[in-house]
């Protein structure tokens, strides 16, 4: 039965996404760098860090979703389906609202209600951190990844944040 649900989750969250960029984020600009141009920037920082989880995980650039990718690096959350549907409980811990997370959320946690308890972590997790989720990390990617997680899991204004 978790593999049916699975295929249902994965199948769901990749049409999703791909719909979700092209309907609701038509305000937003793709970054436009490839993931070869993420390994010109400086060991440790961001920009680095954010081409090595594209060839570690074999994943490609999606234009527009970048910041989706920064969040799983700047929270250290994984890729799997589940840790997926926890970044959604994160974010809206960090005060992000949107039709699409409200959705991820709902049904994440009625698919999977065995992961309830990790899903709640992870709200509490968005609470605790400095709100992040509204800004754009393209202008942060010669910033030091570890500086990024320790401002926001710390709330100390270590960078000027824009």
Do not use: C
């Not at 039965?1 to 249902?8: A, C, E, I």
């Not at 979700?20 to 490839?34: D, M, R, V």
């Not at 991820?104 to 308890?117: D, H, L, N, R, S």
């Not at 709100?131 to 990617?141: G, R, S, V």
Request: charged fraction near 20%.
């Amino acid at each position: 039965m978790r593999g049916l649900r699975l295929k249902f989750m994965l199948h769901l969250y990749n049409w999703s996404s791909r719909v979700y960029a092209e309907l609701f984020k038509t305000h937003k600009q793709a970054w436009g760098i490839s993931k070869q141009e993420f390994a010109e920037f400086a060991d440790g920082s961001l920009g680095a860090a954010l081409g090595q989880f594209y060839r570690d995980k074999g994943f490609d650039v999606m234009p527009k979703l970048e910041n989706h990718d920064v969040f799983h690096l700047v929270t250290q959350t994984g890729t799997n389906i589940e840790d997926e549907i926890a970044m959604q409980y994160l974010l809206l811990g960090n005060g992000k609202i949107s039709l699409y997370l409200l959705g991820m959320v709902a049904i994440g946690g009625f698919v999977f209600p065995e992961y309830t308890k990790y899903y709640w972590r992870s709200f509490q997790k968005g609470k605790e951190m400095w709100p992040f989720h509204h800004l754009e990390f393209k202008d942060y990617l010669n910033e030091p990844l570890y500086n990024l997680q320790r401002a926001f899991a710390q709330k100390t204004n270590i960078l000027i944040l824009k």
